[in-house]
C-alpha cells in the first residue's frame, strides 16, 4: 500500500499544485473511516462523522483562506485523480496497519514496509539511482528525512492506530498544517499571519 501511495503521489505531483494537494489530502480522516467501516465494520458514528468533517472543513478553511470562490474556481487534472486515490490507498494502509497491530508490535510493522517498500521500488528506479555528493548537511536532511520524518512518524502513527483506532488516527492526520506552522516558526523563523 505505501508503494502504491508513493507512485500515485508522486505521478500527481507532476501536474497538480500544492493546493490540490492539500485539498484532497484533507479527505484522508473521511476515507479512512469509509474503509474502517466496509473492512472492520466499524460502526461510522455521529462522533467521527463530525470530527472527520471537521477535519475536513477545517483543513479546507485555512488553504483557501475562508473563500469559497477560490475553491469553486479550481481546476481539475487528471494528477487529481491520482492523488486522490493516493489518500485512498493510505487509508487502506490505516486499515492494514490495524490488523497488524493485533499481532505484532508497531515498529516490526514499519520495519517489515520498508523492507518490502524497498524491494517493490527497486525494479521501478535502479536505473535512475545516482550517487550523491555526500557532506555533513546531506547526511543531516537524510537523516532527518529518513529517520525522523519517515520511519518515526510511521511508527507514531501504526502505534496510534494500534490504540485508538485507524478513523481517529486519521482525523488526527489533519493537524499536520498546525505542526508545520509551528516548527517553521521554530526552525524557519518564519512568523505566521493571517491573510
Known amino acids: 500500500n505505501v508503494v502504491l501511495m508513493n507512485l500515485l503521489m ?3 505531483y507532476k501536474t497538480i499544485t500544492s493546493t490540490s494537494v492539500a485539498f484532497i489530502t484533507a479527505l484522508n480522516p ?5 474503509w474502517a467501516f466496509f473492512l472492520l465494520r466499524e460502526k461510522l458514528g455521529i462522533t467521527k462523522i463530525i470530527g472527520s468533517l471537521l477535519a475536513f472543513f477545517g483543513v479546507i478553511v485555512v488553504i483557501f483562506k475562508g473563500g469559497l470562490q477560490a475553491l469553486l474556481s479550481m481546476e481539475y487534472r487528471i494528477g487529481d485523480l491520482w492523488m486522490f486515490l493516493a489518500v485512498a490507498s493510505h487509508g487502506l494502509y490505516a486499515i492494514c496497519a490495524r490488523i497488524a497491530s493485533k499481532t505484532m508490535p508497531p515498529i516490526n510493522s514499519v520495519i517489515y514496509a520498508g523492507i518490502f517498500g524497498i524491494l517493490l521500488y527497486l525494479p521501478f528506479g535502479i536505473d535512475k539511482i545516482e550517487m550523491p555528493d555526500w557532506n555533513l548537511n546531506l547526511i543531516f536532511y537524510v537523516f532527518v528525512t529518513g529517520v525522523i520524518g519517515t520511519a518515526i512518524a510511521q511508527w507514531f502513527f501504526v502505534t496510534s492506530v494500534k490504540h485508538i483506532g485507524a ?4 482525523v488526527i492526520i489533519n493537524f499536520n498544517p498546525v505542526f508545520t506552522v509551528f516548527l517553521a ?11
Do not use: K, M, R
Open 167 to 170: 478513523t481517529a488516527s486519521g
Open 30 to 34: 473521511i476515507l479512512i473511516a469509509v
Open 10 to 12: 508522486f505521478e500527481a
Open 185 to 195: 516558526w521554530i526552525f524557519l523563523h518564519e512568523s505566521p499571519v493571517l491573510s
